[in-house]
């Protein structure tokens, strides 16, 4: 058995070929098995565009060649320049300014807790250092954004400080008000997810603007969280354009470079940036692999790529068959429940013969037997998530939910068999 200690898998479930990668093109995978499967994952919620993108591999090749190791770390490279001003210019130059590079979503989190509470200090709101997020949300497990994280993941276990952090329920405009009402004065930042990661559950436009009317209250910093929902996964190039308003600061990563790079991107609104500049002030965050010119020009790369695919486009006409496709299902499979999320990100809730939501611990049972029909889904809160690349086809379609049909059926014939 190899060395190598996965993520996620318990001791039991490492060195099994059919959990080995050894491939990936397109939307599909081929494991050391020889199996080929099905992709509805994304690759984590990453490749966007599918996998093996030409033009992305051949960008990091280039600037492997030409620019080796360049990164950001007290000094700045061409590759980085230009990904920030294109990210700026598609993210909306007329509010946001500048772009901090990270490694990942979670590193990005971290930054953000740092940036809104030295923020608030340089603004001479020395009090203002609670940062809010939402319960069942995902922000990573790194251990500021582990605290930030809403989903219990044994936090307490590991000793993750989450006293200055606070949650409240998603899309709970009561709580909300009750939390500013009585800790308005010391929060420095409300971190959300547009459409929470975990369960693919939406933030409705009340709850939205009632964050955006308490910022008027309180010189809090919001901060979207467009880690999983970035570069047109849920039918806009940002979940966060659709609100009302925008966001100060916002994270993209997983997309970002149709994951072919550990990268991620903080933009910073004008408003927060100021008092950085207006005292000449540093931040204090680096990291060796951030910024680097592979994973920037991986992102100019996939930029391009985007639109020269009209990768919106395809997000919404694949996202309606999707919706179409989940529906049909709903109707003639009596065991799916509550359909949520938008776009190509999507959750379904599974039903047990009791008609209640599945046991949580059968939700590897089913995701294992859908893999066994060929394709590779995510398991979600009480069901499964379905998270496919923007270039599906109808026959990626149509590979997708036989597998799901017959998944479910293997999964309630078992289910059966432990009941009697």
Known sequence: MSALWP??????????????????????VRTATGRELLCATSGLWNVNLGYGNEAVAQACGDALRDASYLGVFRSEN????????????????????????????????????????????????????????LRDSYHGLKMGSFALTGEQLGQRM?????????????????????????????????????????????????????????????????????????????????????????PDVLISSKGLTNGAQATAAVLVSESVYAPFVDTDAGL??????????????????????????GALDLTRSRGAELDNRLRALAEDDESVGELRGRGLFRAVEIRGANGRPMPQVDVGQLVSQIREAGVVVYPGRQGVQLIPALTYTDADFDELFTALRVGLSSWRSLSHRRAA
């Open 284 to 309: 204090v965050h680096g990291e060796t692999q951030g910024g680097t010119a592979v994973a920037c020009a991986a992102i100019t790369a996939t930029l391009s790529e985007f639109d020269r695919l």
């Open 78 to 133: 061409p590759h980085a320049r230009a990904a920030a001003d294109a990210l700026v210019s598609r993210a909306g130059a007329a509010h946001f300014t500048k772009v901090m590079f990270t490694t990942s979503g979670g590193a990005a989190n971290d930054v953000v807790i740092k940036l809104a509470r030295q923020h608030q200090l340089l603004a001479g709101r020395t009090r203002r250092r609670i940062v809010v997020s």
């Open 158 to 246: 590991y000793g993750v400080d989450q006293s200055l952090v606070r949650h409240v329920p998603p899309n709970d405009s009561v709580a909300l008000r009750a939390l500013f009402d009585a800790q308005g004065d010391s929060i420095a930042a409300v971190v959300v997810e547009p459409v929470i990661g975990n369960g693919c559950v939406e933030l409705t436009t009340e709850f939205v603007d009632v964050l955006l009317a308490l910022r008027e209250e309180h010189p809090f910093v919001l901060v979207a969280d467009e880690v999983a929902t970035g570069f047109g996964r849920t039918g806009v190039f940002f979940a966060s354009d659709e609100w009302s308003g925008p």
């Open 7 to 28: 993520y996620f898998l318990s001791p039991s479930e490492h060195g099994q070929d059919e959990l080995c990668l050894v491939s990936a093109t397109g939307t599909r």
